[in-house]
């Protein structure tokens, strides 16, 4: 049974952890932070990140916490969030891409792409681009993005990714977890590809409770809740993420999630992964498109 009380020494590191001011990632922010990392809360809302800070700060530990804007859905400040880290900082030893949205109404990114696909996926994958370099020069680097059990229910739409054609925020919130672990897969085959030294890896919550669910109504939560079970909170929602992170028997292209329950509940531990996650075909065409989204080629 790992918990965050195995979390080995992490004075020196420097994390990024994008969403970290609620939810799982708040709760991956705090217990690096209590293990002696300088975490970078790499946020939208600017005062509730600041609120994180302070409680994490407040609740103790030995790192050092700071606060940093980044809107995933603009790639402007994702470029100029990455350009002014690596102007700061001379290392980067964990990229956790956290930050996501699920279900909203309709809504598009400011490069036009729907929001759940731009926020989740392209967002990160401009992000991991533009910090590829720092990440490959600093020893032991790791790259956890977060999915979802959603993916399992996901396909690609290559012809729906402004909404095109239609907007259904279930199916979109699927498709943009599934171009999550498509992506952490692709880049750890690239990665291997070029003899890099970088881990990249997945990991999901199972059920969790956080604000995630706000675009849902009371009745649907409590459907969804009558099918799954119950909700874990929020603290063990984020061990899968740490231990990808920082665990030394984690491994590369795998992804982490509770080892109970198919996956609901439980502690971290490798989770099977869906032959849909596994398509290089389809990896490597939504690679081209993020390329083309985005402008950032890597590695």
């Not at 590829?132 to 956890?144: A, E, F, M, P, W």
């Not at 907007?167 to 085959?189: G, I, M």
């Amino acid at each position: 049974m790992w918990t965050k009380d195995n979390i080995s020494d992490q004075t020196g590191k420097t994390v990024i952890v994008t969403g970290g001011n609620a939810g799982i990632g708040f709760e991956t922010a705090k217990a690096l932070y209590e293990r002696g990392a300088h975490v970078l809360l790499a946020c939208r809302d600017m005062e509730k990140a600041q609120v994180a800070a302070e409680t994490i700060k407040q609740q103790g530990g030995t790192g050092k916490i700071e606060v940093v804007l980044l809107d995933l859905s603009s790639l402007v400040s994702v470029k100029t969030f990455a350009d002014e880290f690596t102007q700061k900082h001379a290392e980067l030893h964990l990229l956790i891409n956290n930050a996501g949205i699920m279900t909203p109404p309709q809504a598009f990114t400011a490069e036009g792409y729907e929001s759940q696909f731009g926020v989740n996926f392209l967002g990160h994958f401009a992000l991991t681009g533009y910090l590829y370099q720092l990440l490959k020069k600093t020893k032991d680097s790791r790259i956890v993005t977060v999915t979802s059990l959603a993916y399992t229910n996901g396909t690609i739409d290559f012809d729906n990714l402004k909404s095109e054609k239609s907007y259904d925020a279930f199916r979109e919130y699927c498709q943009s977890k599934l171009a999550d672990l498509l992506f952490t897969l692709e880049l750890q085959r690239r990665i291997t590809a070029k003899g890099d030294g970088v881990l990249s890896l997945a990991s999901h919550p199972g059920v969790t409770k956080t604000d995630l669910a706000r675009h849902m109504s009371a009745e649907a939560i409590a459907t969804a809740i009558e099918r799954l079970g119950p909700l874990m909170e929020s603290d063990q929602g984020a061990l899968p993420s740490l231990y990808a992170a920082v665990s030394e028997d984690a491994e590369d292209g795998k992804l982490y999630g509770p080892d109970a329950d198919g996956g609901l509940r439980g502690y971290p531990a490798i989770n099977p992964i869906a032959e849909n996650a596994y398509d290089e075909v389809v990896a490597k065409k939504l690679w081209e498109v993020a390329e083309a989204a985005t402008g950032v080629v890597f590695p």
